[in-house]
Each structure stands twice: as structure tokens, then as C-alpha cells.
């Protein structure tokens, strides 16, 4: 599976933004699907997962009532809506899919290349 995640920008604090992750292959249905963050001089972090069949979510507390992970399995896309940013979201984003999501961790198979994502205050 590859994937790649695109829709990242400049945005202002209190603004939005919507993450797409497009994968190739004909299983991404099958997939649990995640979304990570990495902000300068700061680890990896996970973000928000979706369970397989889309009925099981997790989230950060940090993002947690701002963004919404969802997918669109027939379009083989994964997506992060993200509201009321603030500057502490900036991190360049990935997403993943694959993998273990259980109980807010998620450990991923697949990872596709990050998108930037800048809030300015």
C-alpha cells in the first residue's frame, strides 16, 4: 500500500483545514487508518485512528473535539478535518494505515510522506 497525504497549508489560529491521505491497492477498506504529527525538535505523536470499518475512532487529547478522522473507502481515501487550529498544531502530518489500533495507540504497517501543516497566531 502507499499512501500520500496532501491538503496541508498555512492557516490562521481559530482556522480549518481538511487532510486527505489517498492509497493505492484494492484492500484499503481492510485498513485501520491513522493520523501522526511531528512538530520541530518534538517526537512523533499519534493523532486520531479509525478502526477498518470505520465504526471505531480514537483521538488525542490534544485534538480531541476539534478534529475528525473519517474515511471514504470507495474513493480509497482516508481524511483528518481539522478545526479551531492552534499554533501548537503545527507539525508536519502523516498518515498511516495498517497495523494495531487498539485503546488511543495505534502501530502502523504503512506510512505515506507528511504534508505541513503552519497555524499562525
Known amino acids: 500500500v502507499q499512501l500520500q497525504a496532501y491538503g496541508g497549508g498555512l492557516v490562521q489560529a481559530g482556522g480549518s483545514l481538511r487532510l486527505s491521505c489517498a492509497a493505492s491497492?484494492?484492500?484499503?477498506?481492510?485498513?485501520?487508518v491513522g493520523w501522526f504529527r511531528q512538530a520541530p525538535g518534538r517526537e512523533r505523536e499519534f493523532v486520531a485512528g479509525i478502526s477498518w470499518g470505520g465504526g471505531i475512532t480514537y483521538y488525542s487529547d490534544s485534538v480531541k473535539g476539534r478534529f475528525t478522522i473519517s474515511r471514504g473507502d470507495a474513493k480509497n481515501t482516508g481524511y483528518l478535518q481539522m478545526n479551531g487550529l492552534k499554533p501548537e498544531d503545527t507539525a508536519v502530518y502523516y498518515c498511516a494505515a495498517g497495523g494495531r489500533l487498539d485503546s488511543g495507540s495505534y502501530y502502523p504497517i504503512y506510512w505515506g510522506q507528511g504534508t505541513l501543516v503552519t497555524v499562525s497566531s
Open positions: 491497492g484494492r484492500t484499503f477498506s481492510t485498513y485501520n
